[in-house]
């Protein structure tokens, strides 16, 4: 049941609208999937993105998997496309999906995003925080310059994204770092602590050594 267009447009109250039309097998016409995504679970479609983008280009054979608002997207490593299913009351409705289509109809939503974030109270103070991260040790040499650069932007968007959401919620501890002058250094090592764990757990990188923890950031922060 391979889809025929992707579609995901924002709504000006919050979330997005996402729309697939597809062919189903054995049935006459076009078939449509939609669904009204939260602002929440816009945001974690794009993390699954962007993550799956990662994945993709960096080596990782599995993928994250997304469910929210009645929308689970898994990535079928044996086609190397998506698995796209709406579940609403007792019905059903599953299509496919190729992986480069879902990205490139993902990026504006990505870039909405990130905008949203950068005019959030805690937003500008987490983009310097990141801009200053390094990259872990031994990204360059194993993927290369250019691609480490391209790696370390990724990276930087989801740990931005997470991390807006982490200090937006109440009695956020980084939050109170932040706010903090004597807190700047424990802020910073919070930080690099996040994109050095989504290092670990999206890219393939001999460096990058997953911790072991129960749960990867993306997992226990947004759901993913």
Same mark, same amino acid.
């Not at 049941?1 to 267009?5: E, R, S, Y």
């Not at 500008?124 to 310059?145: C, F, M, N, S, V």
């Given at each position: ?5 992707f579609s995901i447009e ?66 079928? @490593?044996?086609?190397?496309? +998506? ?7 007792? !019905?059903?409705?599953? #299509? $496919?999906? &190729? /992986? ?51 790696a370390m932007h990724q ?13 937006? @919620?109440?009695?956020?501890? +980084? ?7 004597? !807190?700047?250094?424990? #802020? $910073?090592? &919070? /930080? ?18 997953p911790s072991g923890d ?11």
């Open positions: 049941m391979p889809a025929k267009i924002a709504r000006e109250v919050g979330g997005a609208r996402f729309a697939l039309n597809y062919k189903h097998a054995g049935r006459s016409g076009i078939q449509r999937i939609s669904c009204d995504l939260s602002q929440a679970g816009l945001l974690q479609l794009v993390l699954f993105a962007e993550a799956l983008s990662l994945h993709q280009r960096f080596g990782r054979p599995e993928a994250p998997d997304l469910s929210t608002d009645g929308l689970i997207i898994s990535f079928d @490593a044996a086609r190397g496309d +998506l698995n796209v299913q709406r579940q609403a009351g007792y !019905s059903k409705q599953t #299509a $496919r999906l &190729a /992986v480069e289509v879902f990205l490139s109809g993902m990026a504006e939503m990505t870039d909405l995003c990130i905008t949203g974030a950068e005019t959030s109270k805690h937003g500008p103070a987490l983009k310097r925080l990141l801009a200053d991260t390094a990259a872990p040790e031994g990204l360059a040499q194993d993927l290369g310059q250019d691609e480490a650069d391209l990276l930087r968007e989801i740990a931005f994204l997470l991390l807006v959401q982490d200090t937006s @919620a109440r009695k956020s501890g +980084l939050a109170r770092k932040l706010r903090g002058k004597k !807190s700047q250094d424990q #802020a $910073r090592s &919070a /930080v690099n602590a996040l994109v050095l764990e989504l290092a670990a757990e999206l890219v393939a990188v001999s460096a990058c050594v129960p749960g990867t950031p993306l997992e226990r922060r947004a759901g993913c």
